[in-house]
């Protein structure tokens, strides 16, 4: 069975740095490019960007330029999602996310709730 | 950036009863839009793509249409557990954009 299993829930003060991970299982996790999505309390998704965990290849949206870094393990089939220079407004659950579109969702993790305070 | 906006932002049905979900794009996305159901402390599920090709496993009440810049979510007899948040997503066009959500609550 195809699941992403995501850490835990984190706590940072602002301008800190976080990183999430996503593991995967029951799949080949080099055949499918892997997304990253946030949603805001009570608000809509904001899509981050993608990986190709085969190449290692990624594209960030334009907003996250420079705040953000995706990388992977394939040894253990793990994704992981870093932002850095933390504000209050990147509170969030944030989810990686199986791409079989291209470029729309099948699977998600069950979300790493990312709580920025002082 | 292409933005979506569905409409209504709530909508109330009763059981048993058909609901139309409207979403809209700022330019065309063709037939690249999907659909996902979103239940309270739970990650999205994938409901339709391709504006209208429903995912594996989506009960065939669930039914997309459009192309363009406007699209529709039927579902047509409501059952206990439609009642959630549901998104769009365009992806024809760098980023990737969702829409902010229609939530969907019993009448």
């Known amino acids: 069975q195809v699941h992403l299993v995501q850490s835990g829930a984190e706590v940072r003060k602002p301008g800190a740095s976080v990183k999430v991970s996503c593991r995967a299982s029951g799949y080949t996790f080099t055949g499918y490019f892997l997304h990253w999505v946030r949603q805001a309390p009570g608000q809509g998704l904001e899509w981050l960007g993608w990986?190709?965990?085969?190449?290692?290849?990624?594209n960030y949206a334009q907003k996250f330029q420079g705040r953000v870094t995706m990388t992977r393990d394939t040894s253990i089939s793990t994704a992981y999602m870093e932002l850095s220079r933390l504000r209050s407004d990147d509170t969030a659950v944030y989810y990686c996310?199986?791409?079989?579109?291209?470029?729309?969702?099948?699977?998600w993790g069950q979300g790493t709730m990312v709580t920025v305070s002082s | 950036e292409i933005v979506m906006t569905q409409s209504p932002a709530t909508l109330s049905v009763s059981p048993g009863e058909r609901a139309t979900l409207s979403c809209r794009a700022s330019q065309s996305v063709s037939s690249n839009l999907a659909w996902y159901q979103q239940k309270p402390g739970q990650a999205p599920r994938l409901l339709i793509y391709?504006?209208?090709t429903r995912a594996t496993g989506i009960p065939a009440r669930f039914s997309g249409s459009g192309s363009g810049t406007e699209f529709t979510l039927t579902i047509s007899s409501l059952q206990s557990e439609d009642f959630a948040v549901y998104f769009c997503?365009?992806?024809?066009?760098?980023?990737?954009?969702f829409g902010q959500g229609t939530k969907l609550e019993i009448k």
């Open positions: 990986m190709n965990p085969n190449s290692g290849g990624i």
């Open positions: 996310a199986r791409d079989v579109g291209p470029f729309y969702f099948d699977m």
């Open positions: 391709d504006a209208a």
């Open positions: 997503q365009q992806y024809n066009t760098w980023p990737y954009t």
